[in-house]
């Protein structure tokens, strides 16, 4: 077997075990429980909760894979309706099926990645925007509760920006791998059953 080759498998079986991983030890759909409601917090609660995690990483994936002015134009809608959703959140505004939403998200931008056909323009943004809003109102109505109200806010504003810059590498990457394009496909089919999985678990199962 070639080297190239042999680092090739290896790498995909390292990224396979690592999310078969995380999975385990991190309960779906849980989200930080830390205490002090500062940066920390705020940093934590996309990162931990396992759903806002992937849904974060496909943003980048889908930007780059559209590529051009994409690449941040769309984690920047992303973003800046997040925020307006933690705004709702913050002032009170109670919407139903936060969790739907977010579950969501998670399996149709897995489906996104897996079918691997550029979606529209507008479509892109609109679902996007649409996500967005409830990642953030769910961040949102976690704040009255907490003592720095900035500080958790730039927390998870910075979380979100790191993780989708994660699927940009990680998409970047691919591009030079000989099987790459395969490789992100198996890995949006992986998000979609996982984005399905907490969809029952936190709707169907309640």
């Known amino acids: 077997m070639m ?8 790498l995909h079986l390292a990224v396979e075990d690592s999310i078969m991983g995380i999975s385990i ?16 917090a705020g940093f934590y609660h996309p990162v931990l909760g396992f759903d ?11 930007a780059t894979l559209l590529g051009g002015r994409c690449v941040y134009t769309v ?12 705004l709702t959140g913050f002032y009170g505004i109670t919407f139903f099926g936060d969790e739907v939403g977010i579950a969501l998200s998670v399996f149709v931008l897995g489906i996104a990645i897996f079918k691997k056909e550029t979606l529209p323009l507008l479509l892109t943004f ?15 109505i976690e704040i009255p509760r907490l003592a720095n109200i900035s500080a958790y806010t730039s927390g998870f504003m910075l979380a ?3 993780l989708h810059l994660v699927g940009i590498i990680l ?11 395969l490789y992100m496909r ?3 089919l992986a998000i979609a059953l996982i984005g399905l999985s907490i969809f029952i678990q936190n709707v169907m199962l309640r």
């Not at 080297?3 to 290896?10: A, L």
């Open 126 to 140: 609109s679902l996007v925007g649409f996500f967005a809003f409830f990642h953030g109102h769910a961040h949102g």
């Open 171 to 181: 998409t970047i990457m691919s591009f030079r791998l000989k099987n790459g394009a």
């Open 52 to 62: 806002h995690l992937l849904a974060m990483v496909c943003v980048g994936i889908i």
């Open 160 to 162: 979100t920006v790191l």
């Open 186 to 188: 198996y890995l949006g």
């Open 3 to 10: 080297p190239h080759k042999s680092r090739v498998i290896d």
């Open 25 to 40: 030890t991190i309960p779906v759909a849980s989200h930080a429980q830390l205490h002090g409601g500062g940066f920390e």
């Open 75 to 86: 984690p920047l809608t992303f973003v800046v309706v997040m925020f307006i959703g933690a």
